[in-house]
């Protein structure tokens, strides 16, 4: 299995530029999660997502957007970058929700908004 | 809504050295867990501890969850340069739908 996979790992955006950061992972988990760690700081959920078809906004929703059409695939996706969206993202997944499952972590993907 | 405090925020210490890490909860703790991040890099599990009083080793590493369980420490004994990372605890919210993180502690090993 290759777990959580991420990409880009990096990328550099303009102010006002879209893009999409794409999460898949391959061990048929229900819940899917985004996050994004800026620097100094702990990491923050931006959207989750507990089956395909099903999302929900996590703390720090804001000029983001993401879809689930399939369990493996779970995007990220940014409409008009600001520079405030600096930051390394990174997307998880688990089998369930609650205290009993642990979450997976993708390798990250670095975005500088310039 | 739930927060995760760490201490210390950063720590050197010499090779072979033992050390503790402690992430303090603002509120009752529903598992809580335990990643380290290489600088870098993605988050690497480590431990879950979910009762109150339970302990967990992995090779040098042993977390507590506290019998109240508002509090957790991860203790590396004989520490390596390979220990050197940015370790992070995490604990459910009390809806069990997402990670809360502390701010992590930067560990360097010195030789």
């Known amino acids: 299995n290759a777990g959580v996979t991420q990409t880009p790992k990096f990328r550099i955006l303009k102010i006002g530029q879209s893009m999409t950061l794409q999460c898949t992972q391959d061990?048929?988990?229900?819940?899917m999660y985004w996050y994004r760690q800026d620097p100094g700081m702990g990491l923050k959920l931006i959207y989750y997502?507990?089956?395909?078809?099903?999302?929900d906004k996590g703390e720090v929703p804001n000029g983001y957007n993401v879809s689930r059409s399939t369990t493996e695939d779970f995007p990220l996706r940014l409409e008009l970058a600001a520079p405030s969206q600096t930051s390394v993202y990174f997307c998880a997944s688990s089998l369930a929700g609650g205290p009993d499952y642990e979450q997976f972590f993708g390798p990250g993907t670095r975005l500088t908004v310039l | 809504s739930q927060e995760l405090e760490q201490s210390p925020q950063s720590l050197i210490v010499q090779e072979g050295k033992n050390l503790t890490i402690n992430c303090t909860s603002s509120?009752?703790?529903?598992?809580l867990y335990w990643y380290k991040q290489k600088y870098g890099e993605g988050l690497i599990f480590l431990m879950m501890l979910q009762k109150g009083g339970e302990e967990k080793s992995h090779e040098k590493i042993t977390a507590k969850l506290d019998e109240k369980k508002q509090q957790s420490s991860l203790h590396i004994t004989a520490s390596q340069p390979s220990h050197a990372g940015i370790y992070l605890c995490?604990?459910?919210?009390?809806?069990?739908?997402?990670?809360?993180f502390g701010t992590g502690t930067r560990l360097l090993v010195s030789p």
């Open positions: 997502s507990v089956g395909a078809g099903i999302t």
């Open positions: 995490g604990a459910m919210n009390t809806g069990f739908q997402k990670l809360v």
């Open positions: 061990m048929n988990h229900n819940y």
């Open positions: 509120k009752t703790l529903y598992g």
